[in-house]
């Protein structure tokens, strides 16, 4: 059984950085794709950044593009995600997600995409 599970998040102020990791256990050497997603209160969950198993193509959404990095280690099993210069615009719960089969890079943000799903880390950054 696929499980995925989320630390690191946090309170912080505008400008500082944060760090979230995300721990995968079951069938992890099939995740083709996995990505960072958030959801705002009020809001629609939405793609962060995603990064590919094999080249290690990565993805970004254009309002954290220079400010967030995703990492994978496929060794430990772990995704990551640094996020620097934080906004308070970035607050929110932050979600792990997988995909086992392929997925077109213009569809790696996409939520209807993932197939399994961590409990979400909260970040919050204050002004």
């Known amino acids: 059984q696929v499980q995925l599970v989320e630390s690191g998040g946090g309170s912080v102020q505008a400008g500082g950085s944060l760090r979230l990791s995300c721990l995968a256990s079951?069938?992890?050497?099939?995740?083709?794709?996995m990505a960072w997603f958030r959801q705002a209160p009020g809001k629609e969950r939405e793609g962060v950044a995603a990064i590919y198993s094999g080249d290690g193509n990565t993805m970004y959404a254009d309002s954290v593009k220079g400010r967030f990095t995703i990492s994978r280690d496929n060794a430990k099993n772990t995704l990551s995600l640094q996020m620097n210069s934080l906004k308070p615009e970035d607050t929110g719960m932050y979600y792990c997600?997988?995909?086992?089969?392929?997925?077109?890079?213009?569809?790696?943000?996409?939520?209807?995409?993932?197939?399994?799903w961590g409990q979400g880390a909260q970040v919050t950054v204050s002004s």
């Open positions: 997600a997988a995909k086992v089969s392929f997925a077109p890079p213009q569809w790696s943000l996409l939520e209807s995409v993932y197939t399994y």
């Open positions: 079951g069938y992890t050497s099939s995740f083709y794709l």
